[in-house]
């Protein structure tokens, strides 16, 4: 007897097969002929893990056009944009709009989230507001912050007083921004100081690193090297890494072996950086997205983020991972059927495990949560980004939509119902 039973799905390996749960853990998977309290029919339906997003900024999203637009679309002019906007945010009004999103993202199918939160002021209103976001979402989706000194570790009078602050009040990621530092050297600094704490505190340590168009902008080389030195390896994640785009390539011929070796990870924002770099080239304009083939061919494990939704950075945004993995794969051209399977598994797996979500996947023993999609394949979901019909989260089924199909009534054409872009039904 299970409680929930989800029939006859396609999982993305291609296997169709049920899944068995009782409680919040998958207890089979297969051809389950058992009794159960409730059953989702998913036949010929992608039955995937949920999305997951390794990068956000959760206190400042749903602040679109807060105090005005971003009229120049620059990270710097966003940037001061915050800036004013964090003193002026409540901590209802920023628990208010991130649980919206939340709400958003259950929808869509995304059930973890990494979000950055600003330290940098001293009342630190966004970290009470993000943990208090935190416990309320946590039945269902899990949160993970980090302590992000947004205006600089040093540059702010009390930017390094604040990180220790925000992860003494339970913030569980260290963060980072060597590039926005006053000088190389500082930005350096910033990192051995960051890494060592890290370390002497056992936490995971994502560092926003070298978002610049600048090529000599190499931080990413420092930080591998404090990933070696204090043994991190995976639990540490370079976000963005835009100024590798730009880099002399006999210089990337000997970074990417460095940054496989220290076993960190990588996060691209691929909605975000082909909208924010670039912005100071005439033509050809940059596109700002680091080298996501050559860092996986190297073996480093690569996942999309997707940073920023209606915010003073980024003017759109539906709080869907497939959307970022399409424009990921668009950028980064991954158009061979491989590398754009691996596009959805990034959005998926590869996040979880950057993540460190230990009991993530649909296999026995697994912890219940997935999402059921209007599509055959991996690829027809990226294609598609469909409809999520059911999103289970930890065993509850948290979200359900009605398929939505196209009667179709033409001249000299059959009657039709179309189902998917892909043909009739
Ligand atoms: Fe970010």
Request: hydrophobic share 40%; aromatic share 4%.
């Amino acid at each position: 007897m299970f409680d929930l039973i989800v029939k006859g799905g396609t999982l993305p390996d291609g296997r169709v097969a049920d899944i068995g749960i009782r409680g919040d853990r998958i207890i089979e998977v297969g051809r389950i002929e058992a009794e159960a309290g409730a059953v989702i029919d998913a036949t010929g339906d992608l039955v995937s893990p949920p999305f997951v997003d390794p990068h956000f900024h959760m206190d400042a999203v749903l602040s679109y056009g807060l105090p005005r637009v971003n009229a120049s679309g620059t990270l710097l002019e966003g940037i001061s944009l915050w800036g004013e906007l964090r003193e002026q945010a409540s901590v209802d009004d920023m628990v208010a709009r991130a649980l919206r999103y939340c709400d958003w993202a259950v929808s869509m199918g995304l059930l973890a989230i990494r979000t950055h939160v600003d330290t940098t002021p001293d009342h630190l209103r966004g970290v009470t507001a993000m943990l208090e976001v935190q416990r309320t979402v946590a039945p269902y989706l899990d949160l993970q912050l980090v302590a992000f000194p947004q205006d600089g570790l040093y540059r702010s009078p009390t930017g390094r007083q604040n990180v220790l602050r925000a992860l003494d009040m339970g913030v569980g990621v260290v963060g980072g921004i060597p590039h926005f530092e006053r000088t190389m050297e500082e930005g350096a600094e910033s990192l051995c100081d960051l890494a060592r704490i890290a370390a002497e505190r056992g936490l995971m340590w994502d560092v926003h690193c070298d978002e610049t168009d600048d090529p000599q902008s190499r931080h990413v080389e420092t930080m591998a090297r404090e990933v070696v030195r204090h043994g991190l390896g995976a639990r540490a994640a370079g976000s963005h890494l835009t100024s590798m785009h730009s880099m002399d390539n006999y210089y990337v011929s000997k970074l990417i072996p460095l940054i496989a070796e220290s076993g960190m990870t990588a996060i691209p924002n691929p909605l975000i950086n082909i909208t924010l770099q670039g912005r100071h080239d005439s033509y050809p304009k940059r596109r700002g997205l680091t080298r996501v083939r050559e860092l996986q061919a190297a073996g480093v494990t690569v996942g999309w983020g997707q940073d920023c939704v209606l915010d003073p950075w980024y003017s759109l945004g539906t709080a869907d991972m497939l959307d970022v993995a399409f424009m990921g794969l668009h950028v980064a051209q991954m158009t061979h059927p491989e590398e754009m399977a691996r596009c959805f598994r990034m959005v998926t797996q590869d996040n979880a495990s950057i993540m460190g979500l230990h009991d993530y996947g649909l296999v026995p023993g697994g912890l219940a949560s997935l999402v059921v999609l209007d599509a055959g394949s991996p690829v027809e979901a990226l294609r598609l980004r469909p409809d999520r019909l059911a999103v289970v989260s930890k065993g509850r089924i948290v979200a359900q939509k009605q398929r939505n199909d196209t009667r179709l009534a033409l001249p000299e054409r059959p009657e039709q119902v179309r189902r998917r872009h892909g043909g009739a039904a």
